[in-house]
């Protein structure tokens, strides 16, 4: 059974940055394709980032296109969101999304398998 474990949250002021982790577990981490999404109360889950198999092929949402990096650690099962550049509307929780397969095209939370538990984002001044 695969589990995703988010790491990395917390309380940033506008303007800073904060690292997210995610790492998996109970899976072939390199056969999945992995995305970030983020989600706040009363809206449905955003996307944010996604990554290929290899770490080479990367997509963003427009609102955080320049400011955020994903990047992946195949050897270690870890994926990882570079946020830089916070914005108070950045404050969300977020969640990493694990599909198995080989096609990096998938943008919906529902087109995701396996997630993690989430962690919370709060920029805030």
């Known amino acids: 059974q695969e589990q995703l474990v988010e790491s990395g949250g917390g309380v940033v002021q506008p303007g800073g940055s904060l690292r997210l982790s995610c790492t998996i577990s109970?899976?072939?981490?390199?056969?999945?394709?992995m995305a970030w999404f983020r989600q706040v109360p009363g809206k449905e889950r955003e996307f944010v980032a996604r990554?290929?198999?290899?770490?080479?092929?990367?997509y963003y949402a427009d609102s955080v296109k320049g400011r955020f990096t994903i990047s992946r650690d195949n050897a270690n099962n870890t994926v990882y969101l570079q946020m830089n550049g916070l914005k108070p509307e950045d404050t969300a929780v977020y969640y990493c999304?694990?599909?198995?397969?080989?096609?990096?095209?998938?943008?919906?939370?529902?087109?995701?398998?396996?997630w993690g538990q989430g962690t919370q984002v709060t920029v805030s001044s």
């Open positions: 999304g694990g599909r198995h397969s080989s096609l990096a095209i998938y943008t919906r939370a529902s087109e995701y398998d396996h």
């Open positions: 990554i290929d198999l290899s770490g080479t092929r990367t």
């Open positions: 109970g899976g072939t981490f390199a056969n999945y394709i």
